[in-house]
């Protein structure tokens, strides 16, 4: 089929995302966030996660083929995320696409959550990825940079986190300095305040023993870490609360934020010149960060490789990714995964 009708459903972490496309063409993306549930907790509760995609996934069935003036009937085949993500989270989204296929008797593709993310690149294209295509993707469960040979199956992980992910890493921060969940957003607002020189915490495995050269690779050399740079900002915290003096928010956060998007756009630029990528795809919910945006353009920009920015909601976790990765599956001749796999929550791309 040419221009297969898919239908996506994304489950991974506390999006409930229902897409639909026809080929390429981006028909609808409904998508249901319980983030407000778990702002309390001041990061994602797997527990709640699983309970509000089940109760949000039939409405949102419903309302994405409602949007997208088709049924189930229509549908070429199903797709699915079956993970990386949350065990229970993605359990609820793999059991229902199951089900759907099953009663409406069509193929069901499980996807890979990361490699979806890069399936975005293929809506509103007559479907080519641009070639030495690589990827970015930074979010609260993620950050990794990929190169894309092909997208139905030759994706390779370059680098990625040792530890926390880069958003996680905001949302601890945030908590720190007393700012809202989810801390991306309010860290962004607070650092535009801020001088990103006030504090020089601490850049994640970019000494040189780790960068090393072409010839004399360091191990983790496109690998990043965010846990020793949340330490350094929690005893700065600590410093100015033993004193009695108040906290500079907006220096705190602005710094904070300097260390994250230099060790990032570092590390992607490393990892691409090196692997002879010149375009790269963002995506995630720190790519909503206008600070990484820019810097990871310009640094890019210095060695000739072009960076796609997608809009947000295609950035941030949802059915259509999972559906245009879907379609191009289909349209590729790649046969259907069938009804017996399972969600794998440390599923490798
Ligand atoms: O992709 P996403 O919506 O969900 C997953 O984590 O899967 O990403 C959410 C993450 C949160 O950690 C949030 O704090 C971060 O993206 N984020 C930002 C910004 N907007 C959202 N981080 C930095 N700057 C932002 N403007
Ligand atoms: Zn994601």
């Known amino acids: 089929t040419a221009e297969p009708l898919v239908m996506g459903i994304e489950s991974s972490c506390d999006e409930t995302g229902v897409g639909i496309v026809r080929g390429t063409r981006l028909l609808t ?138 958003g996680e890493a905001y949302d601890k921060v945030a908590r720190l300095l007393g700012l809202a969940y989810p801390g991306g957003p309010a860290i962004d607002r607070a650092a535009k305040d801020g001088d990103p020189g006030a504090f020089r915490f601490p850049r994640g495995l970019t000494a040189g023993k780790y960068m090393g050269s072409a010839e004399h690779p360091g191990t983790h050399r496109y690998d990043m870490s965010f846990s020793g740079l949340k330490t350094a900002v929690a005893r700065v915290v600590e410093a100015f609360e033993a004193a009695g003096t108040p906290v500079p928010v907006a220096d705190v956060a602005a710094s904070f934020q300097e260390s994250v998007v230099d060790v990032v756009s570092r590390k992607t630029v490393l990892a691409c010149t090196e692997h002879g990528i010149t375009t790269l795809l963002m995506g995630g919910g720190v790519a909503a960060n206008s600070r990484l945006r820019e810097l990871v353009t310009a640094r890019c920009a210095e060695h000739g490789i072009r960076v796609v920015v997608p809009p947000l909601s295609l950035c941030t976790d949802n059915g259509a990714m999972v559906a245009a990765l879907g379609a191009r599956l289909v349209s590729s001749g790649v046969a259907p995964t069938g009804l017996s796999f399972t969600a794998n929550p440390g599923l490798p791309v």
């Open 29 to 166: 993306n409904t998508v249901s966030s319980s983030m407000a549930e778990h702002a309390r907790f001041g990061g994602v509760i797997p527990e709640i996660a699983s309970r509000a995609h089940l109760e949000a996934f039939v409405p949102a069935v419903r309302e994405a083929l409602d949007a997208a003036g088709v049924t189930l009937a229509d549908l070429d085949a199903i797709a699915v995320t079956s993970g990386p993500g949350l065990a229970g989270a993605l359990m609820v989204g793999v059991a229902a696409a199951k089900a759907l296929a099953l009663a409406v008797d069509k193929p069901l593709y499980a996807v890979n959550h990361l490699v979806a993310h890069v399936g975005v690149g293929l809506l509103d294209t007559d479907g080519t990825l641009p070639e030495h295509l690589g990827a970015l993707l930074v979010s609260g469960g993620h950050t990794e940079v990929l190169a894309v040979g092909d997208i139905t199956g030759d994706v390779r992980l370059l680098g990625a986190t040792i530890d926390d992910a880069a």
